[in-house]
């Protein structure tokens, strides 16, 4: 199947910096990709739509100052995690969705903590 | 306002026995209902879907039944296997007119006894 990779898959940083994550369809080319986050024992939690060559779509609720997603190629997504609290962590999982197949397919996540 | 939800939280079933994960929705709007499976730390891999204009998809030892009358789909593994051990989420999708977007259940935990 199609696969998507995120980059780094877990990273420890210091409360007040920022993070960026990387999401990367490997052999599709994607104009959208999702954000979600999942706290321990919830459910995963859509963030935003990130469309290719446009703003990204924030649900209800997301900070998009605070959450920073570029979509700047067909492969690659990226969410910031600016000034990064300890309530932000989390596990952040993308998706990817191949138009071709209609089908959305899930990037491995990346953990975060905040210390 | 959880549209999607699955009030198992967790499901036991000894290897050889059918499993029968349950989720209920809200929104009439879901055209479309995903499983997935997810290990802790992994992100989800797809099972199977159904589309809302049918009751009933098949594939290997995964079937889902779709009842849009009760907004009801559950997910049945026979048998049920030890590797089946995981959380499964159902989702459901609406088009928005570039992908679809999907709303995820809250899991439930499968474990797979011997």
């Known amino acids: 199947g199609a696969v998507v990779s995120q980059h780094p898959s877990r990273v420890i940083c210091k409360s007040g910096t920022s993070v960026k994550i990387e999401c990367r369809s490997l052999?599709?080319?994607?104009?959208?990709m999702f954000w979600y986050r999942q706290f321990p024992k919830q459910s995963l939690m859509l963030m935003a739509t990130?469309?290719?060559?446009?703003?990204?779509?924030?649900e209800q609720g997301v900070e998009k100052d605070k959450f920073l997603i570029n979509h700047a190629s067909l492969t690659l997504s990226t969410l910031t995690v600016t000034s990064a609290h300890p309530e932000d962590s989390s596990f952040y999982i993308c998706?990817?969705?191949?138009?071709?197949?209609?089908?959305?397919?899930f990037g491995p996540g990346t953990r975060l903590t905040v210390l | 306002d959880q549209q999607v939800k699955q009030n198992s939280p967790s499901l036991s079933v000894q290897e050889g026995r059918i499993s029968i994960l349950n989720c209920d929705y809200t929104?009439?709007?879901?055209?479309?209902f995903l499983w997935y499976k997810k290990y802790p730390a992994e992100g989800p891999t797809f099972l199977i879907s159904?589309?809302?204009?049918?009751d009933k998809n098949e594939d290997g030892r995964f079937t889902v039944f779709l009842n849009k009358s009760a907004k009801h789909l559950s997910l049945h593994i026979v048998p049920s296997q030890p590797g089946d051990s995981a959380v499964y989420f159902c989702?459901?999708?609406?088009?928005?007119?570039?992908?679809?977007?999907?709303?995820f259940g809250t899991g439930t935990r499968l474990q797979v006894t011997l």
């Open positions: 998706s990817a969705h191949d138009r071709a197949k209609d089908t959305q397919y």
């Open positions: 052999d599709f080319q994607a104009t959208t």
């Open positions: 990130s469309n290719e060559g446009s703003k990204a779509t924030y």
């Open positions: 929104n009439s709007m879901f055209d479309y």
């Open positions: 159904i589309s809302s204009i049918k």
């Open positions: 989702a459901a999708s609406v088009f928005t007119g570039t992908a679809s977007k999907l709303t």
